[in-house]
């Protein structure tokens, strides 16, 4: 591996923009997607279960591949598979694009997520092996702030495009921006991997983990439970397999008291996150009566909030720890989510719809660089891509359930899309589930996360590294978030 780079140097910041860009390209077809909808499925006649797996479709094949993405990439070449997944994204892009039916686009989603899968885990991965130490908290704050600029305009720009030139073109949109991502990549970013491999992939692990989430999907959209059921044993069976010495997530990712920490608050908040996207812009066009556009503009605050402050919070959680910004941040959000379900029917933006949006991005500013770098600074370098694919499939698979599942739970059903009163009254009691969610999280941080302490470095020749590393060799200093 080269010499790692200065997050000032000309080729440190193209780094940052080609990892930026390709994440942000494969989450924008959530947020950018969910704008759509409405039209989608009045275009391809489409209920809310076509909908749901419309979404859930991409985020299955993502949360459930994406830990063999990370795997693959530590394995051959971190920049070599967030190519492939970016110009697999790309063609299926296309696909989507070109769909006749609702079918066709689930398909054509699924083959999305897969793409998806590939280049997420490689994103942070790229930026943790190939950044200084020093300038990688900030340079995740980058990270985080400039996807989530991205995640949070994509309604708005999307609702533009579904406006000015169909639901089509937010797909078709993918495909000049890949191949910018794939030139920046190939011409700029080092290429990267875990010098130490599983000696194979865990081929079980990921069958086990894609039967596990489908089934249990389809058995929560399609109200099935003995489909529910088989996905829980998949899953049982995926943990089981970790004890596999080829295992997909390696067991030792798991001593560490920062990583289960993290990815606890991540499940809880997450969850909450994905049943916000997926019925925020729902309420505002069936039942404030606000046009693609105008359900766009509504979130531009939480776009402002996160370029404002992520880096900020990502330079805090390096200097200072994560434990105070990941339990504030979900509690501030909580705060936002209780104002937004005062949205009705004509609700005022100035006065209903911008101080719920407001807080609420303010709260997710201030989480989420410091949970990603707590995720990153909590395992050793060499397994960055796989601890990146294990939280974003975290992250993934909860939205993926709460999109599937509270639709159900709140009484969301397909004559609620065509009634104001009835997907008002869902969306309330699927607020305040999203508002506990994100208590629960706040709760976990601030019971689970350590504040990292400084140890001195050893004088001695040769030293014996932390638990987490099997090396020995000259005195080190252990990266403090970890354990």
Known sequence: MTEPLALASRRGRWVVAATVLGSSMALLDGTVVNIALPHIGEDLNSGVAGLQWTLSGYTLALASLILLGGALGDRWGRRRVFVWGTVWFAVASLLCGIAPDITFLVIARILQGVGAALLTPGSLAIISASLREEDRGAAIGLWSGLGGVAGAIGPLFGG?????????????????????????????????????????????????????????????????????????????????????????????????????????????????????????????????????????????PITL?????????????????????????????????????????????????????????????????????????????????????????????????????????VGIDAESLVDPSSFSDGFRYAMYICVALLLIGAAIAATLIRTPTVEPVQEADSVACKPHCDLTGPAVQPNPMRD
């Open 305 to 409: 909030a996160l370029l404002l402050l992520s880096s900020r919070a990502g330079s805090y959680a390096q200097t200072h720890g994560p434990r105070l910004p990941m339990t504030v941040g979900p509690a501030v959000a909580a705060v936002g989510l209780v104002l937004m379900t005062r949205i009705g029917p004509d609700a005022s933006y100035l006065t209903v719809v911008l101080p719920g949006v407001l807080v609420f991005g303010l709260g997710l500013a201030v989480m989420v660089a410091p949970l990603t770098a707590a995720v990153l600074g909590s395992v050793p370098v060499e397994q960055s891509g796989i601890a990146s694919g294990v939280n974003n499939a975290v992250a993934r698979t909860s939205q993926l359930l709460a999109v599937a599942a509270l639709p159900a739970l």
């Open 160 to 300: 533009w495009l579904v406006e000015v030139a169909g639901w089509r073109s937010v797909f078709l949109l993918n495909i000049p921006l890949a191949i910018v991502v794939v030139w920046a990549a190939v011409r700029h970013v080092p290429e990267s991997r875990d010098p130490h491999p599983p000696e194979h992939l865990d081929v079980v692990g990921s069958a086990c983990a894609v039967v596990g989430l489908g089934a249990l999907t389809y058995g929560l959209i399609e109200v099935n439970p003995i489909v529910g059921l088989v996905g829980v044993l998949a899953l049982c069976l995926f943990v089981v397999e970790r004890r596999s010495p080829s295992a997909l997530v390696p067991p030792s990712l798991f001593r560490s008291r920062m990583f289960v920490a993290a990815n606890l608050v991540t499940l809880a908040v997450y969850a909450a996150l994905g049943g916000v996207f997926f019925l925020l812009v729902l309420q505002l066009q069936l039942v404030a009566g606000y046009s693609p556009v105008a359900a766009g503009v509504a979130t531009v």
